[in-house]
């Protein structure tokens, strides 16, 4: 593993759809074992950035590298966890079924046996707190706990990059929190805290979420999005009143108060 190695680079990027210019000229660099939040408002282009990277959409001009290589769908590689419920209510596949899909076609596919596969399962239902609902059907849990079995889904094959977007979002405080840690488990496994001065982190995450403040002690990067544009840096270097003024193109106001930051005069 080389250190330092850029894990997912893009170039220019601009993405169009039906006529509308949903990415503008966005660039930026994720280096492997940095944890990214993707902050912005409404339709700023987060979800449409991560389909980019899933190879679910092209872009029709500049470049984008995944690994080294154009995104491409079905990468093994990459763990999702989409925004929305995306799980039918009728739906009748088991929560455990669910997070097994996570596992198909992955490279240990072919010779996992059906206990371990099982056993990897339990595991990381049990870390996001909903293994007692494994055999529960999965259209039928709430929206807080698919998110948790969508997560687990998007962990269990120990994927090189998890793409979460709006992991957070439906999760009570405590849920919130758990999932906060277990992402910097996976991050530094040896230290929980101040995860950013570790030297052994292997998996890289782009999270998308709308408060930074719980993140702050663990993120690396942000990556700041407006109207399909996008800026990434430091938390300090982005969340600054001329950055995103310069980003919103209208004044915005950060205030930083007792540890965390609040951003007035736009929508987050
Ligand atoms: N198929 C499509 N055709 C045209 N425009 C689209 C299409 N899909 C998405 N868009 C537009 O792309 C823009 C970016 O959407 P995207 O879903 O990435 O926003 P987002 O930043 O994830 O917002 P949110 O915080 O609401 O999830 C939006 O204006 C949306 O209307
Ligand atoms: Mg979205």
Known sequence: MEENETVISLENVTVRLAGRTVLDNVGFEVKRGEFVAVLGPNGAGKTMLMKLLLGLLKQAEGSVTVLGKPPRRGNREIGYAPQHRVLETDLALRARDVVGLGLDGNRWGIWL??????????????????????????????????????????????????????????????????????????????????????????????????????????????????????????????????????????????????GRVFVAGAET
């Open 113 to 258: 046996s059906g206990r371990k596969r099982e056993e990897l399962i339990d595991n990381v239902l049990k870390e996001m707190d909903v293994y007692r609902l494994g055999n529960a059907p999965a259209g039928q849990l709430s929206g807080g706990e698919q998110q948790r079995v969508l997560i687990a889904q998007a962990l269990i094959a120990d994927p090189e990059i998890l793409l979460l977007d709006e992991p957070l979002s439906n999760l009570d405080i405590t849920h919130a929190q758990e999932v906060i840690l277990l992402l910097t488990k996976r991050l530094c496994p040896s230290k929980q805290k101040g995860a950013h001065i570790c030297h052994e982190r292997k998996v890289t995450i782009m999270l998308v979420t709308h408060d930074i403040n719980p993140l702050l002690p663990i993120v690396d990067k942000v990556l700041y999005m407006s109207d399909g544009r996008g800026v990434m840096g430091t938390p300090e270097e982005i969340i600054t009143s001329e950055t995103l003024s310069k980003l919103y193109r209208t004044k915005v106001e950060v205030v930083r108060s007792g």
